[in-house]
């Protein structure tokens, strides 16, 4: 029975991602790791970056702010407040998603 050095790919991945950084890419990781001779898919690294913390939240977080809530606009605080003030001011959710469609037909007849 040869005996054989058992390779931890959680601490593989983890010290990978400690040289690239945290803004590295999965796919990086596993190039890098494979040149080694270690083999680990996507989501062997991305539960080991989550357990981590890196680039976890913190990059969800920044990728949201630069494309918004969706994919959409981005949402600040200035908006809700003031979404929530026209939310009082008309009484109530219905009326502003019923002023919004009135908006929007007005805009279409223009």
Not at 2 to 9: E, L, P, Q
Not at 82 to 91: F, H, Y
Request: charge should be positive; proline fraction near 2%.
């Amino acid at each position: 029975m040869s005996k054989t050095k058992k390779v931890n790919k959680a601490e593989a991945i983890r010290e990978t991602i400690q040289e690239l950084g945290p803004e590295c890419r999965n796919s990086d990781v596993i190039k890098i790791l494979e040149k080694k001779g270690i083999d680990v898919s996507s989501g062997q690294v991305s539960a080991t970056r989550h357990a981590v913390g890196a680039g976890g939240k913190q990059k969800l977080a920044r990728v949201a702010a630069k494309r918004g809530p969706r994919g959409g606009v981005e949402l600040q605080l200035h908006h809700l407040q003031a979404t929530k003030a026209l939310v009082e001011n008309l009484g109530g959710v219905e009326n502003v998603q019923a002023a919004i469609k009135a908006l929007s037909m007005l805009n279409a007849i223009s």
